[in-house]
């Protein structure tokens, strides 16, 4: 009897997946990833003819290397298109105090204001701003403090590159790359 019932309900989500595979075959739905190479994607279309420019500061470094590792992780453009303008602020501020003054938790905050040029317009083609926030624990121990502050850093400039790859996907993907 429990055999039948999974068998029933193994079929019946067959069923489903099939319809809404079905259903979105229809209306146009593609994937912005497509997994055959010979598709145009933003992977092999738009991507490939962006130069990330430099950005300031160390945390304009981590934040450049998420950036390249996940728009050009082939390789610096060849013959860009295209020019990512990025410019990063940080702040810290300490949200919990006791009563000694002493801070036991902080957030470290990140804002991100970008740009794509076109470098044979030499006008902006899409921008946008960007805001990531990331707390840590304060400690006793200052190099215990140092290294959550520099993990804060890594786990913001990592949401902040993927938030600045995405749209710049559905940019090319809208615009056909």
């Not at 029933?8 to 489903?16: F, P, Q, V």
């Not at 990833?33 to 130069?51: I, L, M």
């Not at 204001?113 to 304060?138: A, C, H, M, P, Y």
Request: with cysteine.
């Amino acid at each position: 009897m429990r055999t039948t019932a999974r068998t029933s309900a193994l079929r019946a989500a067959a069923l489903a997946l099939l319809l809404t595979g079905g259903a979105l075959s229809g209306c146009g739905f593609q994937p912005l990833y497509a997994k055959n190479p010979t598709e145009s994607t933003v992977y092999n279309q738009g991507f490939p003819q962006v130069d990330i420019g430099p950005i300031n500061d160390r945390l304009g470094q981590i934040l450049r290397n998420e950036l390249v590792d996940r728009i050009n992780p082939r390789g610096v453009a060849r013959t860009p298109a295209y020019r990512l303008d990025v410019s990063a602020m940080e702040r810290r501020s300490d949200i919990v105090i006791l009563r000694d003054s002493t801070a036991t938790f902080a957030k470290f905050i990140v804002e991100v204001n970008w740009s794509l040029l076109d470098l044979q317009s030499n006008e902006v083609v899409t921008k946008g701003r960007n805001e990531r926030t990331s707390s840590f624990s304060i400690s006793s121990s200052e190099y215990a403090i140092l290294q959550a502050e520099k993990d804060a850093r890594q786990r913001a400039a990592t949401e902040l590159a993927e938030d600045i790859r995405l749209r710049l996907a559905l940019y090319f993907n809208r615009t056909g790359g």
